[in-house]
Nanobody, 125 residues
Framework: DVQLQASGGGWVQAGGSLRLSCAAS????????IGWFRQAPGKEREALCF???????YYADSVKGRFTISSDNAKNTVFLQMDKLKPEDTAVYYC???????????????????WGQGTLVTVSS
């Protein structure tokens, strides 16, 4: 079975850092795009960034320069390093996966087949 396990969320003061992890299993890691999304209370799910064997892409202007996506292919894990956190970054963060050969709709949550359970990030001012 395909599984995505997101972890690493927590509480942090503004300006601080957190690193989220998304451990993947049940599929060939190099054949999938793994993306990070977030959803704040009362808001739609927002696409942040993506990692695959063909490269990385940052989708949200609000996180460019502050968030970094990376992967450890040996451990089938994708990371989201979040620096200079702001209160508006408070949200539940999700990782999601879809086959790498699907190229359209990279930022659309409905274009992803597999989802992790989410991890809550709270940034206090």
């Amino acid at each position: 079975d395909v599984q995505l396990q997101a972890s690493g969320g927590g509480w942090v003061q503004a300006g601080g850092s957190l690193r989220l992890s998304c451990a993947a299993s049940g599929f060939i890691f190099d054949e999938y795009t793994i993306g990070w999304f977030r959803q704040a209370p009362g808001k739609e799910r927002e696409a942040l960034c993506f990692n695959s064997a063909v490269g990385t892409e940052y989708y949200a202007d609000s996180v460019k320069g502050r968030f970094t996506i990376s992967s450890d292919n040996a451990k089938n894990t994708v990371f989201l390093q979040m620096d200079k956190l702001k209160p508006e970054d408070t949200a539940v963060y999700y990782c999601a996966a879809r086959p790498v050969w699907i190229v359209s709709g990279v930022g659309r949550p409905d274009a992803y087949e597999y989802w992790g359970q989410g991890t809550l990030v709270t940034v206090s001012s």
